[in-house]
């Protein structure tokens, strides 16, 4: 029996760092935290996974005494591995609520992207690196797209270019990772980057110390993600292979299984599906449809290659989601297998149990953060405060929306819309934002608008789908997931009229959701509109469609997306 290998983790506490937990001890490493500077300078590796702001991280590391550790240790040359957050501190200043000074290690500024000329930001998504040096740590990445969140970005210099090891493009060619001797840093995320498992390496390493086997394991790196931190935690396992610099690429489209989840009547949480949100069995027992337990299925599309998952816990409006434990438990066994990001939702807000103790939505969000979601998703309460928003023009700082997105960024709150199609003779007879609709409705209307929802369409509101969008974007969402009613479950094709009003009102990433019934709906959705991702569950749960499949058409189609080598 032999212990694991350690790797030193310096998590400041300002937001989940699960993913990087769990993406660490899956190669077979235990993680030693850091308490004080001296675990800096002590440790063997160390891992930085930055997340938060860049002010609120620096003021930390110093009130610590951790930044002063931090520099020493770096410019020793002693393993370290930055993180997203954790390289951009490596730099001199950043513009994030700043100027802020950071530490100063390498000449630049980190900036915020330039949004004028219609660059969607946050930057969310996949994509393909430009390699510039021998990294080591990237030497397998070749063209495989990897997974990037973060508005601001340094630039590549003249005084800089000793250290970029790789650059990618958005908008324009950013720094994706930096490398000097022992010192690696990326911008994007390995822990998110997709990857097999691979538990029995923990054993080779040992092997490899003890009797000096010279043991090359590239036949199994056909993963972006968690080959970048394998190499990083087993240097010396790996041959020094030549460099095969990759292209760059666009953001790749990127496609979502959505998994909508509840308690059916025997109380076993089961992955369900509606007809235009009705999730009964045309049945005389009218069952909650099951269609299979939650972290199978995300387990599988996972390896499909699916480039997120998200999980919808459609009744959460009305149970408290804190009181559903077996939810929270699904989360958690799904971060420890799945290397893609996780989003959660239903039921997010502010909340008052039976006992009287009151939680802030804040609270609620911060327990799926911490049970391994990578972003939330808020359905009813978005409409609400969009509402209170629109009508008295003052942001108060207290909706959901403000509260999650000001501690764990905008990247990390999607808004659902759940709107539903109203046709219209003339588009004078409303006063929300109407389209000129490509099939005309039943009796001839040329026009439509789209009435938003709660409470899982069982509600409608006086607010359109168009002005929730705008307002929640002002608010600080970072991500539209962009229902319909009309066309979920039916599988005839995305609602491609209002997908595309939405994603040209906002400059924030839309997914397309809801119909989608064949490869063909895909790249309709995106050569039509400008959306960010499109997602679809019933087709993937019914094995109608693997996501495989899919991705090969859009790829066909000239389409950029991730194709997964597993
Ligand atoms: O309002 O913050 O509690 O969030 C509730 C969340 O649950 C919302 O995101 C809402 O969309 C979702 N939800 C509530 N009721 C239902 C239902 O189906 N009865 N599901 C529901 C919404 C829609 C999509 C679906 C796509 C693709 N499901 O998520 O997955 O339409 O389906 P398809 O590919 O089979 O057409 P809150």
Not at 31 to 48: C, G, H, M, T, Y
Not at 402 to 428: C, H, M, T, W
């Amino acid at each position: 029996v032999h212990n694991n290998p350690v790797v030193t983790l310096l998590d400041y506490g300002a937001g989940n760092v699960r993913s990087v937990r769990n993406a660490i001890r899956s190669l077979g490493f235990d993680i030693k935290d850091v308490q004080s500077p001296k675990d800096i300078l002590n440790a063997e590796r160390l891992i930085f996974p930055g997340v938060g702001a860049f002010a609120a991280a620096m003021d930390v590391l110093t009130q610590k005494g951790m930044a002063e550790a931090l520099c020493t240790y770096i410019k020793n040359d002693r393993p370290f591995l930055g993180i997203c957050l954790g390289l951009q501190l490596l730099f001199e200043s950043s513009e994030e609520n700043g100027p802020v000074n950071g530490l100063g290690l390498i000449p630049g500024v980190v900036g915020r992207f330039d949004s004028s000329n219609g660059l969607r930001v946050p930057h969310i998504g996949w994509n393909a690196l430009q390699l510039m040096k021998n990294s080591e740590i990237l030497n397998t990445i070749r063209n495989n797209h990897v997974y990037f969140v973060h508005s601001y970005r340094a630039m590549p210099s003249d005084d800089n270019k000793d250290w970029v090891s790789s650059t990618c493009n958005y908008g324009d060619n950013f720094i994706a990772s930096v490398r000097r001797g022992n010192v690696h840093a990326v911008q994007f995320h390995p822990e998110k980057s997709g990857g097999t498992m691979l538990l029995f390496l923990a054993d080779l390493y040992v092997d490899i110390i003890c009797i000096n086997l010279l043991i090359t394991l590239t036949m199994n790196e056909t993963d972006a993600g968690l080959s970048v931190l394998r190499r990083f935690l087993y240097p010396k396992s790996f041959s020094t292979k030549v460099l095969e610099v990759g292209n760059a690429s666009k953001l790749a489209k990127r496609v979502i299984a959505c998994l909508d989840v509840r308690t059916n009547d025997e109380g076993d949480l089961v992955v369900t599906k509606g007809d235009q949100y009705d999730v009964r069995e045309n049945t005389k027992e009218n069952e909650v449809r099951n269609l299979g337990k939650p972290v199978d299925l995300a387990g599988k599309y996972y390896r499909d290659g699916a480039d997120e998952i998200s999980f919808l816990n459609i009744t959460g409006f009305r149970d408290f989601p804190l009181g559903d434990l077996p939810m929270l438990q699904v989360l958690r066994y799904t971060s420890e297998r799945v290397f893609v990001p996780l989003t959660v939702g239903g039921g997010i807000r502010d909340f008052t149990d039976g006992s009287g103790r009151y939680y802030s939505s804040l609270e609620v969000a911060s327990e799926y953060f911490r049970s391994g979601a990578d972003k939330v998703s808020i359905g009813s309460d978005a409409v609400y405060a969009a509402e209170e928003y629109i009508r008295s023009g003052v942001k108060t700082g207290k909706s959901s929306i403000e509260q999650i997105s000001r501690v764990y960024g905008n990247q990390a709150v999607v808004v659902s819309i759940d709107p539903r199609r109203v046709f219209l003779k003339n588009p004078d007879d409303v006063d929300f934002k109407t389209v000129r609709v490509s099939n005309p409705g039943p009796n001839g209307e040329e026009y439509a608008w789209y009435q938003c929802t709660v409470n899982g369409g069982r509600e409608d509101r006086q607010i359109g789908a168009y002005e929730l969008a705008k307002a929640v974007e002002e608010l600080g969402a970072g991500e539209i997931m962009l229902n319909c009613i009309d066309c979920d479950g039916q599988g005839k094709g995305f609602e491609i009229d209002l997908i595309r009003l939405i994603s040209d009102a906002v400059n924030i990433p839309v997914i397309a959701s809801s119909g989608a019934g064949k490869v063909e709906h895909f790249s309709e959705v995106f050569k039509k509109t400008n959306a960010s991702a499109a997602l679809a569950a019933g087709i993937f749960h019914r094995e109608e469609l693997g996501i495989g499949s899919v991705k090969k058409h859009l790829s066909n189609e000239g389409i950029e997306v991730r194709l997964t080598p597993y």
